[in-house]
């Protein structure tokens, strides 16, 4: 059995943005804390992992699949939104601007890091498409971002749908993630046909 | 600690953690450097709208000794790279020239020449010229100064001018003459016309090499002779060029 310490280390470093002496830093903090605090970290962590999953559907997070943006009747289902990532979902919500149906991505188009349309959930989108009369790409103002909105519109356009781009009044390089939700919704409303 | 002021070009933009980007870039002194930009994914950022790949940048940051990462202090736009990223084609060719030297620049090591070619091929580009040459020459410029595939004027092995058929062999990271190199098994033929467009790219500047027209059949068959080297010498293929192939075979 190796040190629990280390083994803590080790796990903690494996996360994202996470290096090894912020581990260590967080596992003595954890040796710290009183057990009833150890016991709800790691009691949360195993419930997010039981409870939580990628909806079938739209790869969005939820406790159900398919997720409530999914099966809610009173949604719009000729349009979708496009995204990035399950956490891209929120602030679009948070504009009100929009009510059809998300799909995450689950990624962005990145030659370089060997991310290429097959490592992202285009199938599934195409599969999607019944009855959908408009797509809404919002993916991140960015390189990556933008790549992988001018890759969807080729794709799409020729099977008769209407692709739009958010207009984003922000400079090139941002983040839906960062962006507040009165810029996010003036970007939906003033989305353009690609 | 040190504060360094350089121009460079920028290779690689990276999330990290919740409010900052790695960058990496390309200078002449120092080679590749990777530096964090704090609070660059924030909105009211001084960063904001400066770190753009393949823009040309003038890049201040800090440095400790011992550590790879340094610290951004500020970057200025010297030419953005907007032109090239308009469309899909182009954001492809921006994340392949990339790669390049993400995989072959070294870390902290003198790359004037590495720079000069990403500089003057991003120039020529932002200027309309032909991508797909462009392209070309890239790639063989970047192995040539990555000491192989020297201009084929004299076979290697026997030291005569490359006048007749010329052979790239199997594991090859140069070109021979047929005698040299032509019984192995899964070697390329290379025709007359590819040669010249090699020579032409030894010789002339890429807005220069532009000028003469190119056949479409030199162009594909001298990405093949590139493609062929580049894995014998790195071992592998660079991520990118995969991707862009299946990319562009699912339009
Ligand atoms: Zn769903
Ligand atoms: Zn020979």
Known sequence: ?194 | MSLITSEALILDVLDLHDRDRIVTFLTREHGKKKGVAKGARTKHSRFAGQLQPLAKVEITWFEQEGRDLGRLSSVEMVRPAHRLQADLEGLLLGSYLADHLLEMAQDNEPSDLFFRLLDATLEALLADVDRDLAARYFEVWMLRLAGVFPPPHECPACGRPLTGPVVLPPAGETLLCADCGGEAPGGLAVRPETLELLRRIGRLSLPKAAEVPTAPAALRQLEEVAARIRRNFLQRELRSYGVIQATRAGL
């Open chain 1, 1 to 194: 059995m190796s040190d629990p310490l280390a083994r803590l280390i080790g796990e903690l470093a494996r996360l994202p943005g996470i290096g090894p002496k912020t581990a260590t830093r967080l596992a003595h903090h954890l040796l710290k804390v009183a057990p009833a605090e150890a016991q709800a970290l790691a009691s949360a962590v195993l419930e997010v992992k039981e409870k939580l999953f990628h909806c079938s559907a739209c790869n969005a997070i939820t406790p159900v699949d398919p997720c409530r943006w999914c099966t809610d009747e009173r949604r719009d289902r000729a349009r979708i939104c496009v995204v990035e990532e399950p956490f891209n979902i929120e602030p679009v919500e948070r504009t009100g601007e929009y009510h059809g149906l998300y799909h995450v991505l689950l990624g962005a188009l990145s030659p370089h890091r060997g991310i290429g349309p097959d490592r992202l959930a285009i199938p599934a989108l195409l599969e999607r498409l019944a009855g959908i009369e408009e797509v809404i790409v919002a993916t991140n103002p960015n390189v990556e971002g933008e790549a992988t909105a001018l890759y969807l519109a080729r794709v799409l356009k020729p099977r008769g749908l209407k692709v739009t781009r958010l207009a984003f009044g922000m400079p090139v390089g941002g983040d839906i993630e960062y962006t507040d939700e009165v810029t996010l919704g003036r970007s939906l409303a003033g989305r353009r046909e690609m």
